[in-house]
C-alpha cells in the first residue's frame, strides 16, 4: 500500500530539513495572477483583504500549489511611511513619489504605527482568513522588505547608492529606522497567521552591489533583523546573483535562499548543500512564451540539478509570477511537476 500522500506543510518542512518528501514542494508565487482568477482589477483586488484570500485559495486548489502567498505588493510598506502608489492594469503596483527627497528628511523620518496603517491591515486580514482557511496544512508566506533594499522605494535607487558611500552617519540612521519597522511588520504577519516570512532583499545582490559591500552593510542589517523575526524566513534576492555571498546568507540565520536563473543551478546546489534549502529559479519573464516541451524541458532540468537530497522548493526566480504568463504553462509546470519531482528521483541516476 502506498502511503498517504504529505500535506503541503509536511512536504515542506521535510524538503527543509535537508530530507527527500513524496515530492518536490511547489510554490508558484501568486500575486496580481489572483485577480485575473477573480475577473476584477488589480487595484480592486488589493483593496478588499477577503478578496486576496478568496483568490489566493482558489489558485492554491487550482494549480495543487504547496502555498498561500500573504504578500500583496511591495510599494505597499511605503504607503506605511506616507508614500503613493502607482497602479497598473497588467502588473504590480509601484511606489510612487519618494517620502526622502533630501538625506536631510532621514533626521525627521519616524518608524509607521502599524495598527494605524489600514493599508498594512488589510494584509494582515487577508493572512487571518487564509489561516482560518487551511490552519497548519499549508504554509503562509508573508513578506517584508530588507531594511537594507526598502530605501530604493523610500527615495530612489540612485540617491540610495549616493547615500551609502558618502553618508555612512544618515545610512545607519535609516538603517535603524526600517530594521525596527520591518521586524514589527513580520512579527505582526507571524501572530496574524504567516507561517514563515520572505525577507526581499534585492540590492544585497551582487547584481546590485560588489560582494564586499554587501559584507559590510546588508549582511549585517539581515543578521541583526532576522535575529528578532519570531518565525522562519527566507531570503530572496528577487532573480539577483547570490552565489558569491552564499556564506554570508547562511550566516544570517535564514533557511531558504531564492535563487536566479542566471547562475549556475548545480553550483548553488553544492554551495548550499546542508545550509540553505534553495527556492526556485523557473524565469518567470521567459514563462510568458514557453510551449509545453519548453515548459517540460526547464522543470525536469532545474528537479535533475536541485531536487535530489531534498533541500529544494520549485519556483519562480523572482518571487512574483508576471499576469502575463498563461494558464497553460502553469499547468504545464504542475503537470511537469508531478511526472518528474516525486521521490524517489530515480530517472535522475538513470539518465546521469
Known amino acids: 500500500m502506498n502511503p498517504a500522500p504529505m500535506t503541503s506543510m509536511q512536504r515542506v518542512l521535510t524538503t527543509l530539513g535537508h530530507q527527500e518528501p513524496d515530492r518536490v514542494p511547489l510554490f508558484l508565487l501568486f500575486t496580481i495572477t489572483g485577480a485575473k482568477e477573480l475577473g476584477t482589477s488589480i487595484k480592486d483586488y488589493f483593496s478588499d483583504a477577503a478578496m486576496v484570500a478568496k483568490g489566493q485559495l482558489k489558485l492554491l486548489e487550482k494549480y495543487d500549489n504547496d502555498c498561500l502567498y500573504g504578500f500583496h505588493y511591495a510599494a505597499i510598506e511605503t504607503q506605511a511611511w506616507g508614500g503613493d502608489v502607482i497602479w497598473f492594469e497588467d502588473g504590480p503596483p509601484n511606489a510612487g513619489r519618494p517620502v526622502i527627497t533630501r538625506p536631510e528628511d532621514i533626521d525627521h523620518l519616524h518608524v509607521p504605527d502599524i495598527p494605524k496603517s489600514p493599508d498594512l491591515q488589510r494584509v494582515l486580514e487577508s493572512q487571518r482568513r487564509m489561516k482560518q482557511a487551511v490552519g497548519d496544512t499549508v504554509p503562509i508566506i508573508g513578506v517584508a522588505i530588507s531594511p537594507f533594499s526598502l530605501p530604493v522605494m523610500q527615495m530612489g535607487f540612485g540617491p540610495y547608492l549616493e547615500l551609502i558611500y558618502t553618508d555612512r552617519t544618515r545610512f545607519q540612521k535609516l538603517m535603524a529606522l526600517n530594521e525596527a519597522f520591518s521586524i514589527a511588520w513580520a512579527n505582526a504577519q507571524l501572530e496574524a497567521g504567516a507561517t514563515a516570512i520572505c525577507y526581499f532583499d534585492p540590492v544585497s545582490s551582487t547584481t546590485n552591489i560588489p560582494a564586499d559591500l554587501y559584507k559590510e552593510t546588508g549582511y549585517e542589517v539581515a543578521k541583526r533583523t532576522l535575529a528578532s523575526i519570531q518565525g522562519p524566513t527566507a531570503t530572496h534576492f528577487a532573480s539577483g546573483n547570490a552565489l558569491e555571498i552564499v556564506d554570508q546568507v547562511a550566516q544570517t540565520g535564514t533557511a531558504v535562499m531564492g535563487i536566479s536563473s542566471a547562475e549556475d543551478l548545480d553550483q548553488l546546489k553544492s554551495s548550499c548543500r546542508g545550509k540553505l534549502s534553495l527556492l526556485g529559479n523557473l524565469n518567470g519573464v521567459s514563462m510568458r ?17 536541485a ?23 502553469l499547468q504545464g509546470v504542475r503537470d511537469a511537476l508531478n511526472k518528474w519531482g516525486r521521490y524517489p528521483l ?3 541516476e538513470a539518465e546521469a
Open 289 to 305: 512564451r514557453w510551449s509545453a516541451e519548453m515548459t517540460e524541458h526547464a522543470v525536469k532540468e532545474v528537479i535533475r540539478k
Open 307 to 329: 531536487a535530489p537530497g531534498g533541500g529544494f522548493i520549485l519556483s519562480d526566480n523572482h518571487g512574483e509570477i508576471p499576469w502575463q504568463v498563461p494558464h497553460e504553462v
Open 346 to 348: 530515480d530517472w535522475v
